[in-house]
C-alpha cells in the first residue's frame, strides 16, 4: 500500500481539560501517513486518482482549530475519521501532539491508526 503523508500541520485551537486551556488557543502539531492505492494516479498523472493533500490539510486543521475537544485521542479519532471520509483512503494513521504542554518535554500526544474496515 501506498502513503501519502502530512508532516507538522499546525493548528491553534482549544484543547484540554483544564480551565487555563479552555480560554485560549494553543498550538497543536499534525501529523498523518494516509495509506492509498497511487498506481493509477501515477499512470494516468491524473489528480483525481489522488489524495488531495492540501484538501485534506485544510479539513484537518480546520476541524482542530473549531472542534475545542477535551482531550487529544477525542481529537485524534474526528481527524481519523475526516481522512476515512475520502474514498481513495483505506487506513490513515494521526497523531496529535501538544507541544510544551508537559513541563521538561517537547511535546506529548496521542497516535491512533484506523482503517476503512473497522
Same mark, same amino acid.
Given at each position: 500500500?501506498?502513503?501519502?503523508?502530512?508532516?507538522?500541520?499546525?493548528?491553534?485551537?482549544?484543547?484540554?481539560?483544564?480551565?487555563?486551556?479552555?480560554?485560549?488557543?494553543?498550538?497543536?502539531?499534525?501529523?498523518?501517513? $494516509?495509506?492509498?492505492?497511487?498506481?493509477?494516479?501515477?499512470?494516468?498523472?491524473?489528480?483525481?486518482?489522488?489524495? %488531495?493533500?492540501?484538501?485534506?490539510?485544510?479539513? $484537518?486543521?480546520?476541524?482542530?482549530?473549531?472542534?475545542?475537544?477535551?482531550? $487529544?485521542?477525542?481529537?485524534?479519532?474526528?481527524?481519523?475519521?475526516?481522512?476515512?471520509? %475520502?474514498?481513495? =483512503?483505506?487506513?490513515?494513521? =494521526?497523531?496529535?501532539?501538544?507541544?510544551?504542554?508537559?513541563?521538561?518535554?517537547?511535546?506529548?500526544?496521542?497516535? $491512533?491508526?484506523?482503517?476503512? %474496515?473497522?
Amino acid at each position: 500500500m501506498d502513503k501519502v503523508f502530512i508532516k507538522d500541520l499546525l493548528a491553534r485551537g482549544i484543547i484540554g481539560i483544564r480551565d487555563w486551556e479552555r480560554e485560549k488557543a494553543q498550538d497543536i502539531l499534525i501529523n498523518m501517513t $494516509v495509506f492509498t492505492d497511487t498506481s493509477r494516479a501515477g499512470e494516468t498523472d491524473d489528480i483525481a486518482y489522488s489524495v %488531495d493533500y492540501s484538501a485534506l490539510a485544510k479539513k $484537518v486543521q480546520t476541524h482542530a482549530e473549531t472542534a475545542a475537544r477535551l482531550t $487529544v485521542e477525542a481529537l485524534a479519532n474526528d481527524l481519523a475519521k475526516l481522512c476515512l471520509e %475520502d474514498g481513495l =483512503v483505506n487506513k490513515v494513521i =494521526v497523531r496529535v501532539e501538544k507541544p510544551g504542554a508537559v513541563r521538561f518535554a517537547k511535546s506529548v500526544g496521542v497516535e $491512533v491508526e484506523r482503517s476503512r %474496515d473497522e
